[in-house]
């Protein structure tokens, strides 16, 4: 299994939460860590298809997330720190 956030952009007006990220995840767990307003909630939210990108994409085994749908949600664990 692999993740792959590529170029992914977030901008909310002017402001822009998440500026061209590249990571790719593979199959375990992962923690995300940063300071206060650093993105980690956008990046999050994108994955799991809460909120739209402004740009870039999210390949889950070279598919956009958006295309797989339930199929991926599936297989996402996401656990908030709430």
Avoid: W
């Avoid at 797989?68 to 949600?73: A, E, P, Q």
Wanted: charged fraction near 25%.
């Amino acid at each position: 299994m692999k993740l792959e956030l590529l170029d992914l952009t977030k901008r909310y007006g002017d402001f822009t939460a998440l500026d061209h990220v590249n990571i790719t995840f593979t199959e375990g767990i992962c923690g995300i860590l940063g300071a206060n307003g650093a993105g980690k909630s956008t990046m999050m939210n994108l994955i799991t298809d809460n909120i739209p990108r402004t740009e870039g994409q999210i390949l889950f085994d070279g598919t956009d997330i958006r295309k797989l749908g339930r199929d991926f949600r599936r297989v996402l664990g996401y656990m908030p720190q709430q």
